[in-house]
């Protein structure tokens, strides 16, 4: 992608519509990953004026609609710099947002000539890509940090600085909820084979669906809940919760050898699958360190691998003698 | 006191939690830049330098020391993606890298 900023000002407004709402929808789900762009340049919001701030944020449609819609009632420039379609987090990590980009966009912007001041406010989260000396040094202007979050800009700009809680990153009920549509995306195929699965054999096929739709669900909902530290031995605690309740509906009131056998193989299997699936939420998480994360791969991957494989022997076994009669 | 403050800032041992943060006390300048980038409250304001306070909170992102004028601050930053890194081992890749249509 070329960066073709707007050397123009682009109007925009604090207030979201209908299209908004449905692109949101959509990236929420996990379509179109990379098509969720504005375009790069320098927005007015309101009608700003020589002195009016000018507040940075990235390409993403999500990073641009909630910058917008957080300033409803003020004026002020917005500096959209071209992160290829991704968001403020992960682009700054990935240096998209990044010193190199803001100074490019400051001059393509002509931002030097548009406002009096030499201030710009950047999301905290962009720090990671930034350097503010860089950014001093390579055009004059000062970078202060603003607020984690777009919906405390406004206090952050009546104050005038953020407060403790400002900077802190958090992670809410909500921003944990919107993981679930795009998680599931990534495991569709998994999901269809479980599908397919369901109508060869429908009661193993549907709890191994059932179960990793309600990990993929449960678990992020549940994270602050369920106990332990690592999210892989939280997540095959609720592997083990939600495979009892199959279990007990076997085993219930009584079972044979080859009940038992099953049931024991399916904790081994599905236990394991959903801490792996939580593992792989480290990603989203704003507290995973790559120290931390190395760690607890190191430590529950083998652990979850020899749950499998013996679950897979056991299952075998199991198959094999109720079709060889000796079960 | 003056003097023993003068010698306390050479010998002031650098700090290192758990993870990759190691924290240079004596080339602080007290700028505050670390106060404001870090999500995690890692730092606390001091009187003459910061103090590093919740060490095992950092995730390494990185931004205090792409933002620190004075190198105080060293953090071996990086992607915390289990799924990015188990790609990057199958891959026999080194490097771990946020996919194309990963990370939004
Ligand atoms: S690397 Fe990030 S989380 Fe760790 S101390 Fe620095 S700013 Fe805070
Ligand atoms: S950014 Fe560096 S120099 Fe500034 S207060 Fe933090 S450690 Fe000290």
């Known amino acids: ?327 | 006191m003056m003097e023993i403050g003068v010698l306390d800032l050479e010998q002031l041992p650098t700090i290192k939690p758990i993870n990759t943060l190691v924290f240079h006390p004596g080339r602080c300048v007290n700028c505050g830049m670390c106060l404001q980038v870090c999500p995690h409250r890692v730092f606390t304001p001091g009187e003459r330098r910061v103090r590093m306070v919740n060490g095992a909170d950092c995730m390494e992102c990185g931004a205090c020391q792409k933002n620190c004028p004075a190198n105080a601050i060293e953090v071996d930053s990086g992607v915390g993606c289990a799924s990015a890194m188990i790609i990057a081992a199958l891959k026999g890749r080194d490097e771990v890298k946020c996919g194309e249509d990963c990370c939004r």
């Open chain 1, 1 to 327: 992608m070329s960066s073709d900023y707007a050397s123009d000002l682009l109007p925009t407004v604090a207030r979201l519509g209908k299209e908004e709402r449905r692109d949101h929808a959509k990236a929420r789900l996990g379509f179109d990953r990379m098509g969720h762009r504005v375009r790069p340049g320098l927005y007015t919001l309101g009608s700003p004026n020589r002195e009016s701030k000018v507040l940075v944020t990235a390409n993403y449609t999500l990073s641009f609609d909630a910058l917008r819609s957080a300033l409803v009632g003020r004026d002020a420039f917005l500096l959209v710099l071209d992160t290829q379609g991704i968001n403020v987090w992960c682009a700054a990590g990935k240096g998209t947002f990044g010193t190199d980009e803001l100074l490019k966009a400051i001059e393509a912007t002509l931002l030097a000539e548009r406002v009096e001041h030499r201030d710009l406010i950047l999301p905290q989260l962009s720090a990671p890509g930034v350097s503010a000396k860089a950014v001093k040094e390579g055009s004059g202007f000062t970078v202060k940090y603003g607020p984690v979050r777009a919906e405390d800009l406004p206090e952050y700009l009546d104050i005038g600085e953020c407060t403790e809680d400002m900077r802190r990153a958090r992670f809410d009920l909500r921003d944990r909820m919107v993981l679930a549509p795009v998680e599931m995306r990534n495991y569709r195929w998994g999901l269809i084979l479980m599908l397919l699965a369901a109508v060869l054999i429908p009661f193993y096929g549907l709890m191994a669906m059932i179960l990793t739709l309600g990990g993929l669900f449960l678990f992020p909902v549940l994270l602050p809940y369920l106990p332990g530290k690592a999210l892989s031995f939280k997540g095959m605690v609720l592997g083990a919760l939600l495979v009892t309740p199959f279990a007990l509906f076997q085993t219930f009131p009584t079972a044979d050898l080859v009940t038992v056998i099953a049931v024991v193989a399916e904790y081994l299997l599905l236990v394991p699958w959903i801490g792996y699936l939580a593992l792989n939420f480290t990603g989203s998480t704003p507290f995973a360190s790559r120290t931390g994360v190395k760690k607890e791969i190191f430590t529950y991957i083998p652990i979850m691998a020899i749950m499998s494989v013996s679950g897979a022997f056991l299952s075998a076994f199991g198959a094999l003698g109720v079709v060889g009669g000796w079960l």
